[in-house]
């Protein structure tokens, strides 16, 4: 029998993420998006109460909660504002890429500052996606040229989270063109080191606080020592990377679920038609009770693949991985749809006051449809699913956001 009952720890942690969220993050949720920023005295809070630090093992300076704790963390600030985690400052993506293709050395290196008591100033950020696809093969058009110890970068990223505040960034390039996606390398860049530029910010549809752009990269030379080896299978290495970002991704979408149910049940409590709340009409109550399960059902799902990554081997047996990234793409895909699902839901049964600022919903049906665009959307994760019950090998170009199928937010 499985049970996600947190411990007596998790259950404190939670509490205080919780009370963060109503007194800090509900009530400035339209001054954080109006200044398109998390501000500095809520960025340290956050980083005090070790949210998006607590996956980070202690071999790099971290607690070592894992991703259990971690999930339901994200949980908890998203329901108070789904944007504001990607605003706070931390590791992110560059640290979980790190902790999947780095070395121990590496990352205990370049994970240092934001384990510090001022690491609430520091961001990183994940160069992945690009605006446009190779026309001649498959893979990159940002390459990586060796040059005695060391190599040349040379390209554009786009779609970067953080791009703009990012103090050092994971770049994948092609390292190898005649392999196509198996020809890829991550290498650490700083974003002082000549030639990288940094792109305008772009205007996105939700999740204001967060910083999405892209650099360029004209000559910049890199010591082979920041070459990320991704182990003994780089590209699966990749894929883990993946899943376990997309996967605190989605526990936001799971407090984007239920904040948008929460607040539309109390509406409908509360607006009357007819001499009843609407909320006692057949078509309302049934909307609000699938909503319900979809709250239900996302937490679920993201829990199951938290445990069966922080279980290891020695609670999933020898297909533990696998196993972990079939729950992981499940609960990526679920997710993303049912926080659409909620959103939509949210400003439905609003009626025109849904479409209104004075009123939440509006702002979480956006920031639904931004989530489902970050990490992993929910046509790769299907697609990753696929493979893993087909039995085919879960390639780089077929099972993530590429700019040959869909780009997304990393």
């Known amino acids: 029998m499985i049970s996600f009952d947190p411990t007596e720890d998790q259950k404190l942690m ?3 993420a919780r009370q963060f969220a109503k007194t800090t993050l509900r009530p400035r949720l339209r001054e954080f998006e109006r200044d398109r920023a998390i501000p500095e005295d809520v960025r340290r809070t956050a980083h005090e109460l070790g949210l998006g630090t607590v996956w980070l093992p202690e071999a790099v300076g971290g607690p070592g909660l894992g991703l259990l704790t971690a999930v339901l ?10 944007a504001a985690a990607f605003g706070f400052g931390g590791p992110g993506a560059f640290g979980m890429a790190l902790l999947e293709l780095g070395t121990d050395a590496q990352g205990a290196r370049h994970l240092a500052a934001f384990t510090a008591e001022s690491g609430h100033g520091a961001f990183g950020a994940v160069a992945w996606g690009e605006a446009k696809p190779a026309r001649d093969r498959d893979g990159f058009t940002t390459t990586a040229t060796q040059k005695g110890d060391g190599w040349v970068l040379d390209g554009e990223k786009a779609y970067v989270l953080n791009a703009d505040r990012a103090g050092a960034f994971v770049v994948f390039a092609q390292v190898d063109a005649n ?15 000549p030639g990288v530029t940094i792109a305008e910010r772009a205007t996105t549809l939700g999740l204001d606080v967060a910083s999405f752009g892209g650099l360029r990269l004209s000559g910049v030379e890199v010591k082979d020592e920041d070459r990320l080896p991704g182990g003994s299978d780089f590209d699966a290495a990749v894929v883990r990377f993946f899943a376990k970002n997309a996967l605190l991704v989605a526990a936001r979408g799971v407090g984007l679920c239920r904040a948008a149910f929460e607040i539309t049940r109390e509406y409908c409590e509360g607006r009357r038609a ?6 006692h009409f057949q078509a309302v109550a049934f909307t609000l009770a699938d909503r319900a399960m979809d709250v239900d059902a996302a937490r679920c799902v993201v829990l199951r693949a938290a445990a069966a990554w ?9 297909h533990w991985e696998k196993d972990a990234l079939l729950h992981t793409a499940h609960a990526v895909s679920f997710t993303h749809e049912a926080a659409m699902r909620c959103g939509d839901d949210a400003v439905q049964l609003h009626g025109g006051a849904g479409f209104i600022r004075d009123y939440a919903v509006e702002k979480l049906m956006r920031d639904a449809k931004q989530i489902g665009l970050c ?9 990753l699913a696929a493979a893993i019950e087909l039995r085919l ?4 170009g077929l099972v993530l956001p590429t700019p040959d199928s869909q780009n997304a937010f990393v």
């Not at 922080?310 to 020898?318: E, L, T, W």
């Not at 990490?375 to 697609?383: L, P, R, V």
């Not at 090998?393 to 780089?396: L, N, R, Y």
Request: charged residues 25%.
């Open 14 to 16: 939670q509490q205080a």
């Open 73 to 82: 963390l994200e949980e908890e600030v998203a329901f108070g504002d789904p």
């Open 179 to 193: 392999k196509g996606w198996a020809g890829l390398g991550a290498f650490v860049v700083r974003r002082d080191q």
């Open 274 to 279: 007819f001499g009843k709340p609407i909320g």
């Open 310 to 318: 922080d279980g290891g081997p020695d609670a999933g047996g020898k």
């Open 375 to 383: 990490g992993m959307t929910a046509e790769h994760a299907d697609q």
């Open 393 to 396: 090998p879960a390639s780089i």
